[in-house]
């Protein structure tokens, strides 16, 4: 899945500029015309014209014509892993973690929802079956010395704290995975 950049002597050629590489990270933050990208580093057209046509040898950038009277610029797949190498790496990670967060938060709901709502049922249940219990032996041993422990019927409910670290562990990661990326598209 790890795409390799091939730098061959066009794209070195391309790089070697500084202007050019400041014309890849602005196209990298959205498309633009050539007019924009003068504008913004203060050049004329004819030169913006001659660092498209040398990003577009190397295959950095692409011309995208709608059929309107402006032509825009944008990033190839080269050359957004040249300016963006691990942005698809961090996606991925993203939406796997994301994923595992999905599961690992409806396996505890699973967990949780049946003893919540069972609850209720088995503590009336118990109670009753204690009465009951209770009353047999009232019964059954009438005068005799009353026992040293006393029934207790509470439904015992374990926590399950291991699925409760995974979604915390999960939870951070998405903060952190969504923190960098914020940050790279920031800079």
């Known amino acids: 899945m790890d795409e390799k950049i091939t730098l061959d002597r066009k794209t070195f050629k391309a790089l070697a500029q500084d202007t050019r590489i400041t014309i890849l990270k602005e196209l990298g933050k959205r498309r633009k015309t050539q007019t924009e990208l003068a504008k913004q580093l203060n050049l004329s057209n004819s030169t913006i014209k001659e660092h498209l046509e040398n990003l577009g040898e190397a295959d950095l950038v692409k011309q995208i014509d709608e059929g309107y009277k402006w032509k825009y610029y944008e990033l190839t797949k080269k050359g957004k892993n040249i300016i963006y190498p ?15 967060l999905t599961i690992a938060t409806n396996n505890l709901i699973s967990k949780l929802t049946p003893s919540a709502i069972k609850a209720p049922e088995l503590a009336s249940t118990a109670k009753e079956a204690g009465r009951n219990m209770i009353e047999d032996a009232e019964e059954t041993f ?4 009353p026992p040293h422990e006393t029934l207790t019927s509470y439904p015992h409910f374990a926590v399950p704290y291991t699925d409760i670290l995974i979604i915390l562990t999960l939870a951070i990661l998405l903060g952190i995975l969504i923190g960098w990326l914020i940050k790279s598209k920031r800079s």
Not at 86 to 100: R, V
Not at 142 to 145: C, L, Y
């Open 86 to 100: 691990h942005e698809t790496k961090i996606w991925i990670s993203l939406i796997m973690a994301l994923l595992a």
């Open 142 to 145: 009438a005068g005799a010395p």
